[in-house]
């Protein structure tokens, strides 16, 4: 089996994280060629709303929708993962097998316990993946160390402040797309199942007002925020978004 470096990997507590936190994020680098992979640490099951086999399949067509090169499940237990040796080994070996330059996870803090963990556990395994001493084996073969050069966390439910947002004003389309992909958990007027913080309309007004506070921040129509745990360095002031704000 080949392996296959990837640009950028994205990790989410659950199977929604990555598309409400970063999909616009991933859209604009696949539009710049780059390539990109979702690793879901849980498969979401003590949602109130679908069971865990509908949201795996939802999950690999929002996959598509962002043009993700792989998707794959962990399987840890929603809730109840913790950032101990067992988990922070499962997630090295996914970093080491896919070698991505730059890693996003779950925001630092938030409403849901899963994300503040998940932000800890997959920041220490980036971490520990570049030491050589730690070993692991993927289908029976031993693994390089690998270290991601910036680990950065996407604001989800909290308004976080953020040390640099993207611009998505081109994917806000493709983006919301990739979140309605996940059918059983939004917006969906002819569902029977129960209401939740996340299946009404004004929480998808939310994910735009959001996205629309940090564009008008930086002077474009819809934007995404990150925090950074290290400073971040820039080539060229060619980089930046010129607009007064
Ligand atoms: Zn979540």
Known sequence: MTMQKLDILA????????ELGCGGTLLAAVAEGKKIGIIDLTQGELGTRGTASVR???ALLAGEIIGAAVRENLGMKDGFFLNDQAHQMAVIEIIRKYQPDIVLCNAPEDRHPDHGKAAKLVADA???SGLIKIETTHNGVAQAAWRPT???HYIQSRNL???FVVDISAHMDQKMASILAHA???YNPNSEEPNTFISSDSFLEFIKGRAKEFGQQV????????ISEKIIGIHSFDGLIQKTT
């Open 219 to 226: 002077g474009v129509q819809y934007a995404e925020g990150f």
């Open 126 to 128: 980036a971490f520990l």
């Open 150 to 152: 910036h680990v950065f």
């Open 161 to 163: 402040a953020p040390n």
């Open 184 to 186: 059983s958990q939004f």
């Open 11 to 18: 990790f989410g507590a659950h199977t929604d994280d990555v």
């Open 56 to 58: 795996l399949k939802e």
